[in-house]
T-cell receptor, first 108, second 112 residues
Framework: KNEVEQSPQNLTAQEGEFITINCSYS?????LHWLQQHPGGGIVSLFM???GKKKHGRLIATINIQEKHSSLHITASHPRDSAVYIC??????????FGQGTRLTINP | KAGVTQTPRYLIKTRGQQVTLSCSPI?????VSWYQQTPGQGLQFLFE???????NKGNFPGRFSGRQFSNSRSEMNVSTLELGDSALYLC???????????FGPGTRLTVL
């Protein structure tokens, strides 16, 4: 079993829909990261959080430490949000452990 | 500030050769981490350097090595290349290990 599990693996939605991507982890962590990767490979860090909730524009990330679960929400989704979203955790000695990613496609 | 840069961006090698990849972190960042991304295994941690010292190492064979220079620039080396080493190699820098990481564009290595 992977230490970091994401669901769903693939998600297709229509423009304007509310999107939720989930991440569960099985190890103790010091922080959790949400990353975005566009075709071509470049990775952008969206959020780093260790408790509570963070918001940036249309993106919201939450984490529940007791339940070892985090969610990434996108409100009013847009085709430019189409990308792979990756959850990663800082686990023991600070190295990052990654989920397998969620491929999001937003159709106009 | 300039972002993280990686050179070269694309590389084609043959089995048995060796390769050196370079990463220049954001100015002032002292931590550099390297990652391998393949379709089958996803993103995997290779190693982390901080102030010229390797602090963490992932589960990769000894053919994978790295170093960091006094200006925080880092190189990774893969010797005796295998077909399975074909991947996107990403480096990321942060001001301190464990903090928000800033990723470079990656080097896409193809081993023939």
């Amino acid at each position: 079993k992977n230490e970091v599990e994401q669901s769903p693996q693939n998600l297709t939605a229509q423009e304007g829909e509310f999107i939720t991507i989930n991440c569960s982890y099985s190890v103790g962590i010091s922080a959790l990261h949400w990353l975005q990767q566009h075709p071509g490979g470049g990775i952008v860090s969206l959020f780093m959080l260790s408790s509570g909730k963070k918001k940036h524009g249309r993106l919201i990330a939450t984490i529940n430490i007791q339940e070892k679960h985090s969610s990434l929400h996108i409100t009013a989704s847009h085709p430019r949000d189409s990308a792979v979203y990756i959850c990663a955790v800082n686990s023991g000695a600070q190295k990052l452990v990654f989920g397998q990613g969620t491929r999001l496609t937003i159709n106009p | 500030k300039a972002g993280v840069t990686q050179t070269p961006r694309y590389l084609i090698k043959t089995r048995g050769q060796q390769v050196t990849l370079s990463c220049s972190p954001i100015s002032g960042h002292r931590s550099v981490s390297w990652y391998q991304q393949t379709p089958g295994q996803g993103l995997q941690f290779l190693f982390e350097y901080f102030s010229e010292t390797q602090r963490n190492k992932g589960n990769f064979p000894g053919r994978f090595s790295g170093r960091q220079f006094s200006n925080s620039r880092s190189e990774m080396n893969v010797s005796t290349l295998e077909l399975g080493d074909s991947a996107l190699y990403l480096c990321a820098s942060s001001s301190l290990g464990g903090n928000e990481q800033f990723f470079g564009p990656g080097t896409r290595l193809t081993v023939l």
